[in-house]
Nanobody
Framework: VQLVESGGGLVQAGGSLRLSCAASGRSFSSFAMGWFRQAPGKEREFAAGISWDGDSTYYADSVKGRFIISTDDTKNTVYLQMNKLTPEDTAVYYC???????????????WGQGTQVTVSS
């Protein structure tokens, strides 16, 4: 499975961005999908996840109420809508896929290369 992220960039605090992650190589609908992020000097952390059937979503406390994860199975794409961004959201954002349930650890099967999100104050 190949995962390619897009949609990162520079945005002012309070603004919004939507990240996309296009999956190829295998049926998308079998996978739980997730978004992780890594800020400068910090470890990569879980941000959001969605179950393989789309029925369940999971969020880190730091993004709950501001970020929304969703999928479009027809396009084999997962999205992360990010609202009310703050400088603390500045990080490289990674898409991940897992042939099991969503977990908040790093134990995912496939990873994208990441896309940079920078939020200016």
């Amino acid at each position: 499975v190949q995962l390619v992220e897009s949609g990162g960039g520079l945005v002012q605090a309070g603004g919004s961005l939507r990240l996309s992650c296009a999956a190829s190589g295998r049926s998308f609908s079998s996978f739980a999908m997730g978004w992780f992020r890594q800020a400068p000097g910090k470890e990569r952390e879980f941000a959001a996840g969605i179950s393989w059937d789309g029925d369940s979503t999971y969020y880190a406390d730091s993004v709950k109420g501001r970020f929304i994860i969703s999928t479009d199975d027809t396009k084999n794409t997962v999205y992360l809508q990010m609202n009310k961004l703050t400088p603390e959201d500045t990080a490289v954002y990674y898409c991940a896929a897992r042939l099991a349930t969503v977990v908040r650890t790093q134990y995912w099967d496939y990873w994208g290369q990441g896309t940079q999100v920078t939020v200016s104050s």
